[in-house]
């Protein structure tokens, strides 16, 4: 319950989303984004999607610094579609604002409950990633607090360094006050979407690339407890914004949405009914799929349920009950191909670990900047009921998998990689502390995350 | 809607404006930082304000100069129907006892400062026929607790004279919205342990918006607040003594 620190500040438990790693932090919410004054250290956070530790304070009592209250728009080019914003304002906010007059954000993750902040500090990308690439791509140009209180505009041009390391850096190289990016013109706020049933996990793979060809955003959903040579059965799905002529008139009904009132049961997610689960879900879309062939005309459906599904569902994290939940996500690049994703789903199989649905996606290049996420290959996200040492020892072992594929893992899921395996993940590793050294000597910001994989002190 | 808004840099006000410029209603934003207002004006317009977005300087701690920013707001709006007031003081109780100038301070604005600026808008909008003077106090007004009494008290001096004015004003035309906000998530209340039924600046903004086009004399925010106070009200003084909140 309630806990004061000697000075009065109430410190309340932080966690992510995967409600896994605690740690009560003092935690501000201020509306205009300003370091304390001092060298205290500070963790600057967002929404809190993030689902490990990534933003859960670095020590008992440590500085956290909310930024969603800071959420006003600076200016908007509705020419050019181009959005100057304080680091606070939420992908929702922007769909709400800036869809009706045709504007879309250029890469969303799975969650529109975001800041901008987040989306760039984690690098997030989206279905699109094959043909666009990360939320850094569109941004222009970021206004950041540094350590010792200074602030700094930087940008592809204007101090590419500090620009390269803070775009899914983290947070860790000061706080982001200000993004401005180029949003996407859109002819309406719908979508016209395919789904087709794929029998095993090459015919995703193969239906993924061919997918990227034509269409902008591509996502397969994978039954991962399938086993044999159902390996790797899902649902492949390829969307595209639907033209004028195409889209009903007016814009979608506003998305409902439900609240998960209490911690689930653990039993809920036992092997047998999430193995149920999965299988439901995929011939529910197996059967709709082969009653309105692929190739028909489809109905235009609205984007929040395309790209938001789990948004209809207030606080979905708590069905994995109260211990809280892992999410694993990883790419491996495209030369490792089909075997690594095999070995890794044949692992979560064998491991039977309840999982509901698991992505699947193929990015494309890989960034300039150091620790962005993706690389062209295929990624993989899933999610692991916690359930202490166990899951813990599951995660190191398909780290093991993905490092000998040359692959890596996503911080903005991460709460449990060591640093000796991180730092085999991430080539350019040496670079971006370099860089993060140059403008933060002292680590003044710093997480639980960047204690774990990045040796800081707590 | 033609409102002047005090406090609509931050929080509720901030919430509440973004209600009201989208619908196309024009605004004054007053406040005592040029910079902040001047930001808050370019949020509302870069959002697609329909209205007028003007603002001018006003600070709850220098009531001598209330008239001329009332004057602002008239000319940039052609004369306005609706003051809004969110601006407030807040500290925690410690800290008011700890230090009286502190406490004075908060006792000026909250009450003397905020009640001085609705008695002269209410007058001002008598002499035109009408309108509306809403203002925020707080469900810390509608009974003393020993851990904010001394916030609470500028609040509950505060709702007895809306209650009044509106009372005096009814008959010319002027409505009195006296809002009672709970305990909202706000940047005023970071750093507090969040009790049950805390409400979100967005949501309490649209129960406000629609208690001033209504003309609503007393309204709680989230609503939930008003049957959580009523039970509060009627605990006798001795339970109050040995309760602990």
């Known amino acids: 319950m309630a806990e004061l620190k000697p000075a009065g500040l109430y410190l309340e438990p932080v966690a992510g989303w995967g409600r896994h790693a605690v740690e009560r932090g003092a935690v501000v919410r201020p509306e205009r984004l300003l370091l304390p004054p001092g060298d205290r250290p500070v963790l600057p956070r967002g929404l809190g999607r993030s689902y490990g530790d990534a933003a859960v304070p670095a020590s008992h009592g440590a500085f956290v610094l909310e930024t969603a209250r800071a959420d006003r728009v600076v200016a908007f080019d509705r020419e050019r579609g181009t959005l100057t914003c304080e680091a606070g304002l939420s992908l929702a906010e922007i769909l709400r604002v800036f869809l009706p007059r045709g504007w879309f954000p250029p890469v969303t993750p799975g969650t529109k409950f975001v800041t901008v902040g987040g989306c760039v500090a984690c690098d997030v990308h989206g279905k699109n990633h094959h043909r666009d690439g990360p939320f850094g791509r569109f941004v222009d140009r970021l206004v950041l607090q540094v350590a010792d209180g200074s602030v700094v505009e930087c940008g592809p041009e204007r101090e590419r360094e500090l620009f390269l390391a803070t775009v899914g850096g983290m947070g860790l190289t000061g706080l982001i006050t200000e993004v401005t990016l180029r949003l996407q013109p859109v002819d309406s706020a719908w979508m016209v979407v395919e789904t087709e049933p794929v029998p095993g996990l090459g015919a995703m793979l193969d239906g993924l690339r061919d997918a990227g060809k034509d269409w902008p955003y591509t996502v397969g959903w994978i039954d991962c407890l399938a086993r044999g040579a159902a390996l790797g059965r899902g649902i492949l799905m390829r969307g595209r914004h639907a033209s004028r002529a195409e889209a009903p008139a007016g814009p979608p009904p506003e998305p409902r949405r439900l609240d998960v009132p209490l911690d689930a049961p653990e039993w809920l997610l036992s092997p047998i009914l999430m193995r149920g689960f999965n299988a439901a879900y995929y011939w529910k879309h197996a059967r709709w799929s082969h009653a309105r062939p692929p190739r028909g005309p489809a109905r235009p459906v609205p984007c929040h349920g395309f790209f938001y599904p789990l948004d209809a569902i207030g606080g979905w994290n708590r069905l994995y009950g109260r211990r809280g939940f892992l999410q694993y996500q990883c790419v491996v690049p495209r030369a490792a191909g089909p075997p690594a994703v095999a070995e890794l789903l044949e692992r979560v199989v064998e491991a039977g670990t309840a999982s509901f649905l698991a992505v699947i996606k193929d990015c494309g290049p890989e960034s300039d900047a150091y620790l962005s996420f993706p690389l062209e290959g295929t990624t993989l996200a899933l999610d692991l009921a916690y359930r202490g040492p166990r899951t813990e020892t599951l995660v190191h072992e398909l780290n093991a998998t993905v490092i000998a594929a040359g692959g890596r893992v996503y911080l903005a899921k991460d709460a449990v990689t060591r640093a000796q395996d991180f730092a085999l993940m991430v080539p350019r590793l040496a670079e971006w502390r370099k860089v993060r050294d140059r403008w933060d000597p002292e680590h003044r910001f710093r997480s639980a995350q960047s204690v774990r994989v990045l040796g800081d002190t707590p | ?245």
Not at chain 2, 47 to 63: C, H, Y
Not at chain 2, 154 to 168: C, D, N, Q, T
Not at chain 2, 184 to 194: N, Q, R
């Open chain 2, 1 to 245: 809607m033609k409102a002047a808004v005090v406090g609509a840099t931050r929080g509720m006000g901030r919430a509440l404006a973004r209600l009201m410029a989208e619908r196309g209603d024009a605004l004054c934003l007053l406040g005592r930082d040029a910079a902040e207002l001047e930001a808050s004006a370019r949020d509302l317009v870069a959002r697609g304000a329909r209205g007028v977005v003007a603002t001018a300087r006003l600070d709850l701690a220098e009531p001598a100069g209330f008239a001329a920013a009332l004057d602002a707001a008239d000319r940039a709006l052609a004369a306005f129907d609706t003051l809004v007031v969110t601006a407030g003081d807040f500290a925690p109780q410690e800290a008011l006892e700890r230090d009286p100038a502190r406490l004075g301070r908060l006792l000026d604005v909250n009450f003397t400062a905020t009640a001085l600026l609705c008695q002269q808008a209410a007058e001002r909008l008598a002499g035109r026929g009408g309108g509306t003077v809403c203002a925020f106090s707080s469900v810390a007004g509608d009974r003393a607790r020993r851990s904010n009494y001394l916030y609470g008290a500028s609040k509950a001096g505060l709702s007895a004279f809306l209650e009044g004015l509106h009372l005096a004003y009814a008959d010319r035309g002027v409505r009195v919205v006296c809002v009672r906000p709970g305990f909202v998530k706000t940047a005023m209340t970071a750093g507090l342990p969040v009790p049950p039924f805390a409400g979100e600046p967005d949501a309490v903004a649209r129960v406000v918006l629609r208690a001033i086009d209504r003309g609503t004399p007393v309204v709680y925010a989230p609503p939930i607040w008003r049957f959580i106070m009523l039970v509060i009200r009627l605990l006798p003084r001795a339970v109050m003594r040995r309760v602990r909140f």
